[in-house]
Every structure is written in C-alpha cells, then in structure tokens.
C-alpha cells in the first residue's frame, strides 16, 4: 500500500482510503476541505518507494496568493530513468519536476496566482525504472 499525504500545519487530520491510503492534515478546514493558513506552505509527501500515482489529495488555498517555488526532494535517487511529478492548480498544470539519477531535489520558480477555493495537486509520473527513488516530499512555498 502506498501511503500520500498532504499538510500544512499538522493540528488535524482526515484520512481517505482508496488505491493509495491519503491523509490530509492541515491547520483550517474550510467548505470544501483543507485549507492553509497564511504564510504556510502545502507539503505533498509519498512515503517508502514511489510509484505512479495520479494526485487526489486537494490542498485548497485559503485567500488570494501566490505559489513562489515548488521543491521536490526525494531519501533515494532513482536509477535508470528520472522520477517526474507534476503540480497542478484547479486540474491545469503548474509544471513539471524532474529529478535525475545522483540527485535528491527539483525545483520549479513560479509566481502563480491563486484565488480562495483554487487548489493543488501532484501526481507521480515517472519514478526510476531500474530502482525506483523513495521517500518524496513536494513543497509548494505560498506568499
């Protein structure tokens, strides 16, 4: 089983279980889910060895923002291919991270604006095809 979270200041939590075990913890909970508080940043995490994984787990923006950065990291790097995520707002991508064999992070500079109610995801594209990389954590940094 495959384990995805989502946070933004762990206070609460709310579990959902389908093909992959998801938990949402955040410090708001808004209308339509999670929500963050100002000046936080939403936290993506995909524990033990990555697989293709298509993002359900919803980080709803609280107010009118900016995403700044998104910063991938991973515990091991992959081997053979890259591992390859996508961030997306309200289902329309943000952009792509890669993360090559040798290194551990990608990073993406961004000044996407977000209005109330908008959300994020991230899916998992690719993730190592001889040994796929573990451990991903993906930061949307939000001002």
Do not use: E
Not at 33 to 44: E, K
Not at 99 to 110: D, E, K, N, R, V
């Amino acid at each position: 089983m495959t384990t995805v979270n989502v946070r933004a200041n762990a206070q609460a939590a709310v579990a959902v279980s389908k093909a992959a075990s998801v938990s949402v913890a955040t410090s708001v909970q808004g209308p339509k889910g999670s929500t963050g508080a100002p000046g936080v940043s939403a936290v993506f995490t995909m524990q033990d060895t990555l697989t293709p994984y298509v993002g359900k787990s919803r980080f709803y923006f609280d107010a009118n923002r900016t995403i700044t950065q998104v910063r991938a990291s991973v515990g091991t790097t992959p081997s053979g291919s890259p591992i390859t995520l996508a961030v997306y707002v309200n289902g329309v991508s943000l952009g792509t991270l890669t993360i090559t064999a040798g290194t551990y992070t990608a990073t993406l500079s961004t000044s996407q604006t977000v209005t109330a109610a908008d959300y994020a995801t991230v899916s998992v594209l690719t993730v190592g095809n001889n040994t796929p990389g573990t451990d991903l954590t993906v930061t949307l940094t939000i001002s």
